[in-house]
């Protein structure tokens, strides 16, 4: 059973850094594409970023590009996103969740295919 558990959002200023964990339980993160959606209040949720398997391709929604960074620790088991220059609009829930197709490139354009979502972790970015 796919399950991932998110953490390390918090408030922080405009301008500010935080970085996100996804630590997977039952089965091995570098056999799957993992991505990592958001929802604002009263918006429907979005994509953010994915990572690959095979490649470790990666992929950013246009929004994020050049602020944030997906990356994989294999011996940690964990996905992480590292969010830069962090603007009010960030503000969310982040989720990650795990690519059930066995296909070699992520996308973040079709949530169904993903699975093992967890209870996702508040970002506020507000001075």
């Known amino acids: 059973q796919l399950q991932l558990v998110e953490s390390g959002g918090g408030l922080v200023q405009p301008g500010g850094s935080l970085r996100l964990s996804c630590a997977a339980s039952?089965?091995?993160?570098?056999?799957?594409?993992i991505g990592w959606f958001r929802q604002a209040p009263g918006k429907e949720r979005e994509g953010v970023s994915c990572?690959?398997?095979?490649?470790?391709?990666?992929l950013y929604a246009d929004s994020v590009k050049g602020r944030f960074t997906i990356s994989r620790d294999n011996g940690e088991n964990t996905v992480y996103l590292q969010m830069n220059s962090l603007l009010p609009e960030d503000t969310a829930v982040y989720y990650c969740?795990?690519?059930?197709?066995?296909?070699?490139?992520?996308?973040?354009?079709?949530?169904?295919?993903?699975?093992?979502w967890g209870q996702g972790t508040q970002v506020t970015v507000s001075s």
């Open positions: 039952g089965f091995t993160v570098d056999y799957y594409n």
């Open positions: 969740a795990a690519d059930v197709l066995d296909v070699q490139t992520c996308t973040i354009e079709t949530m169904w295919r993903y699975r093992g």
């Open positions: 990572i690959s398997k095979s490649d470790h391709t990666t």
